[in-house]
């Protein structure tokens, strides 16, 4: 069994910066990708940005290329989004997701595990 437990979110100033943090709780002794997704009120739970179980591979939504990133310390059985020059479009609930597989996919429906999510809020 996995458990992912989502910090870091909260409210800041268009052109912030915020990180959030995955915590990845489990026995397993061999992991899958990883992603991060995010839902605004009245949309679908759509991709940010995904990174393999090596971190050799990432992912990026349009929207928050460049301006996010993705990284990983499987040792410390941890997961990170840095968000930069963040915009009011980006306030939503931000979800850490853990597949049973090496590879990115960028469909929420290839993602096996869900944490229960992070409030991120961008003031204009």
């Known amino acids: 069994q996995v458990r992912l437990v989502e910090n870091g979110g909260g409210l800041v100033q268009a052109g912030g910066s915020l990180r959030l943090s995955c915590a990845v709780y489990?026995?397993?002794?061999?992991?899958?990708?990883m992603g991060w997704f995010r839902q605004a009120p009245g949309k679908e739970r759509e991709f940010v940005a995904a990174i393999s179980w090596t971190g050799i591979s990432t992912s990026y939504a349009d929207p928050v290329k460049g301006r996010f990133a993705i990284s990983r310390d499987n040792a410390k059985n941890m997961m990170y989004l840095q968000m930069n020059t963040l915009k009011p479009e980006d306030t939503a609930v931000y979800y850490c997701?853990?597949?049973?597989?090496?590879?990115?996919?960028?469909?929420?429906?290839?993602?096996?595990?869900w944490g229960q999510g992070t409030q991120v809020t961008v003031s204009s």
């Open positions: 489990t026995r397993a002794l061999s992991g899958g990708a």
């Open positions: 997701a853990r597949r049973n597989y090496p590879t990115i996919e960028v469909l929420p429906s290839a993602y096996t595990y």
